[in-house]
């Protein structure tokens, strides 16, 4: 009788071991996917901005600004960019988007040339009607004055919704409207973010984020190319 009674206490200082065991190895996988990194990929750059992916999704990062999930970018050229993931520096290039379906389409590209003043300026259309566009990475939208919405055809005051806008002549009234279609060489989007001032500002109509952000950037220096994504 002792014999068995030793035997069944063996037994079960045995199963605590195993249970302990499989308890901590659960903790320590768990700890392990806590402290997984975000997968990050440049796949835009400019001066000091960036397009980066974290985990697949796509944001405009700025130096110095903080960004999604503790990635912050350093600094940034057209070639490479430093950013800060979980407290450390890591330089990354150029890469290409995967975070949509992989496609074999034949790639989109529009080449941009860098004008005298520093600026890329192209020639498009939105909505149809020609307008000549000036890239600028830091409009939220595609933005233009009245007059340049009245003559492309855009109802923004029976369509658009009213905003008070700052602007460097003060405050102004505006009206964010959906443009169906905006195209710069070959690559048209559909239902891009418009903003429309009243008055004679933005002189000229601005290629902003609405657009830039849907398709993939690279700032060569002298020419600033545009792919499509699909």
Known sequence: MANVIDRLARERSIMKTICSTLLLSSLACASVVMAAPPDVRVVGLFND??????????HMLRAGRPGPQGVELVTANSRSATLRVDGQLREFGLETDYSEAYTDREKVRVSIPRSAGGHYRTSGSVNGQGVSFMVDTGATSVAMNSDQARRLGVDYKLDGTPIKATTASGQVS?????????????????????????????????????????????????????????
């Open 49 to 58: 901005t960036a397009v980066v992916t974290v985990d697949g999704k796509r």
């Open 174 to 230: 505006g009206y964010r409207v959906s443009l169906a279609r905006v195209k710069v060489g070959n690559i048209e989007l559909s239902n891009v973010d418009g903003l429309v001032l009243e008055g004679a500002f933005p002189v000229e109509v601005l290629l902003g984020m609405s657009y830039l952000r849907r398709v993939r950037m690279e700032d060569q220096g002298t020419v600033l190319v545009l792919e499509q994504r699909f």
